[in-house]
């Protein structure tokens, strides 16, 4: 308590003017904050209920800075997908590439005079591998052969014939031809018949032969292919066609004879034999022999070497795959080549010579199926061709006569049986070798390349120590309760790697020498680049997930924030306004003051 007494007009100035100067500090402490509430004592209500919704804000406001990560994250790994598929792209490209690419090596080699019949070519490394190997045979299993039974007898004995001939065998005069008068004689040539009857009178044998002639001549089939002759005694009928038909005279009992009279080998005017190999019409005759003589072996000998040769210049004119040989007398036929088919000898010809029971039947005689025949350069690209175990690993070729051989293989081809300069001997070993495709292997390293590249993205597309392509788990939280959260992982918890995406770990050179194998690798790499895409969609829907809630957080923070304010923010218009009145007031209590303390000073003047 002041020992000071001041007077009532002074005592209620100053209280004034302190009230005045309170207001003012309270006025200047808002401006400088801006708040109208800056402690619980300004107002508790509003200070606690602001804080609380400050709190929550502030929490949201962590959790946004964990989801602004947690989007970084997605993008890293959003960024590693997208060169993981710009990757795969690229291995798609080098496989497709290696696919297209056909730069094989060749060699060819020049087949040469083979007499083993085990004899062959071997096939190892390239596209065989180190324990895979194939051959194939420089000779046939075996071809057919067959040799005709009594062939010399058979061919002296037709080719001496001029024609085919019958005769009736007796005198056609006297009783004889009173006997005949009225009674029939039956031609036969081949398959055509020819019935003649004798008249009720015979004045000789040439007039039967004339009106059998002239029935003959009026038969449409048989005219001109047969004429009846009278030589001597005997009535005789020949044939006058080149055509090779047996000739029977039935009915000649009329004329005396014992019995029907049938050619045994019968050949047309001609004087030719013909028969039939396979297709192929062979006639041969006397104008075929070395000489007419059959007297002596050498004679024998000479001639049916001489129609061993006409036969032969026959069959390969008309492209034969058989020829003829002279075995001791005998013909043998024999395959030349591993296509020619079963042999058959057909047509009269085989009945005449080689004793064919019918023209339609064919030859019995001695087969042969063990011979052995020399491939033809044709014959061996067509067994590699067609041999699934070779036509996957080499191709062949006819290249002028030379066996190509293409090695189908990045990887070198070695070749036992051909010799260092290019001749197939079947005796040469390690001396014959093709590189391989070095395009193709190339690629295959460079596929390799890009493989290890994949898995290396994978590892580097990390965030703050995350790693969702690594098999990470990154989890955000959304609220400051944690009940709402989001857990991002990559499918099924693996690493999105090359082995988790069925891409080969490292492929062979090797593995590109087939285009099926190469076609199965892109049909991996494909599988692959759809699963990485997808992935990449799955990331996407929850990168928007997250980017919804970062929306929402902020929202909701400036709600909270806002809602604090309007508790807590003073009105600067209107606490300015105050502090221009209290500056009044002020001014105005402290000329107040003064004029009360100028009526204290009055009684100092009454002292002097």
């Known amino acids: 308590m002041s020992d000071i007494n001041l007077t009532k007009a002074v005592r209620q100035n100053l209280l004034s003017l302190q009230n005045t100067a309170k207001l003012m500090a309270t006025t ?63 291995m798609q490209s080098t496989l497709r590439q290696a696919r297209q690419d056909k ?14 019949v085990n004899a062959k070519i071997s096939f190892s490394g390239g596209a065989f591998g180190t324990s895979g190997a194939g051959s194939v045979k420089l000779m046939t299993d075996s071809a057919q052969s067959l040799t005709t039974a009594d062939t010399m007898e058979n061919l002296k004995g ?57 029935k003959i001549a009026a038969d449409a089939k048989l005219k001109g292919k047969l004429a009846v002759t009278v030589t001597g005694d005997k009535l005789v009928v020949t044939a006058t066609s080149a055509e090779d038909k047996a000739l ?32 192929v019409d062979v006639s041969i005759g006397q104008a075929d022999l070395n000489n007419t003589a059959w007297s002596t072996p050498a004679e024998t000998t000479a001639n049916v070497d001489a129609l061993v040769s006409a036969i032969n210049v026959q069959l390969g004119n008309a492209g034969s795959k058989f020829k003829v040989k002279n075995d001791s007398g005998s013909l043998k036929f024999e395959a030349i080549s591993t296509s020619a088919g079963t042999l058959k000898i057909t047509g009269q010809g085989a009945i005449d010579l080689f004793g064919a029971t019918a023209a339609s039947v064919g030859v019995t005689g001695a087969e042969d199926t063990s011979i052995h025949l020399a491939k033809t350069t044709d014959d061996l690209v067509n067994e590699i061709n067609s041999n699934s175990s070779l036509s996957s690993k080499i191709k062949a070729s006819n290249d002028n006569g030379k066996l190509r051989i293409q ?16 001749l197939i001997d079947a005796v040469s070993t390690t001396a014959a070798s093709i590189g391989g495709n070095t395009v193709r292997a190339d690629l295959a390293g460079q596929f390799n390349e890009l493989r290890d590249q994949l898995d290396k993205i994978a590892d580097d597309a990390s965030f703050n120590g995350i790693n969702i392509l690594r098999g990470d788990k990154l989890t955000i939280t959304f609220n400051e309760t944690g009940t709402s959260a989001i857990d991002i992982i990559a499918k099924d918890g693996k690493s999105v790697d090359s082995n988790s995406l069925g891409v080969p770990t490292t492929v062979l050179e090797q593995d590109l020498d087939a285009d099926t194998s190469i076609d199965a690798i892109l049909d991996k790499v494909k599988t692959a680049i759809n699963a990485v895409r997808s992935q990449a969609s799955t990331f996407g829907s929850n ?66």
């Open 407 to 422: 090695n189908l293989s990045t990887q070198q081809l070695d070749i036992d049986g051909v010799s260092s300069s290019g």
């Open 28 to 90: 200047q402490n808002r401006l400088a904050t801006g708040n109208k509430v800056n402690t619980a004592l300004d107002n508790p209500t509003n200070f606690f209920t602001a804080s609380s919704l400050n709190a929550r804000a502030g929490e949201l406001d962590a959790l946004l800075d964990s989801m602004n990560n947690g989007v970084k994250t997605l993008e890293a790994a959003d960024n590693g997908l997208t060169s993981i598929t710009k990757t795969l792209e690229s």
């Open 543 to 608: 990168l928007s997930v997250v980017e919804n809630r970062q929306n929402f957080t902020k929202n909701m923070m400036n709600t909270l924030q806002g809602g604090a304010s309007n508790l807590t923010l003073a009105d600067m218009n209107e606490e300015a306004a105050n502090m221009v009145a209290l500056q009044t007031r002020q001014s105005l209590a402290t000329s107040s003051l003064s004029m009360a303390n100028q009526a204290d000073q009055n009684v100092l003047q009454l002292l002097r």
């Open 248 to 279: 029977t005279l039935t009915g000649a009992e009329v004329f005396g004879a014992t019995a029907a009279q049938t050619t045994t080998n019968a050949q047309g005017s001609d004087g030719k034999t013909t028969f039939n190999i396979n297709g």
């Open 103 to 116: 730069s094989f090596e060749t060699a060819s080699y020049t087949l040469s005079t083979i007499s083993d």
């Open 158 to 214: 037709v080719l001496t014939e001029a024609k085919s001939t019958v005769t009736g065998g007796v005198t056609l005069t006297g009783t004889d031809l009173t006997a005949a008068q009225g009674k029939s004689v039956t031609i036969k040539y081949g398959d055509d018949t020819l019935t003649y009857t004798t008249g009720a009178t015979l004045a000789d044998s040439q007039a039967v032969a004339d009106e059998m002639n002239a």
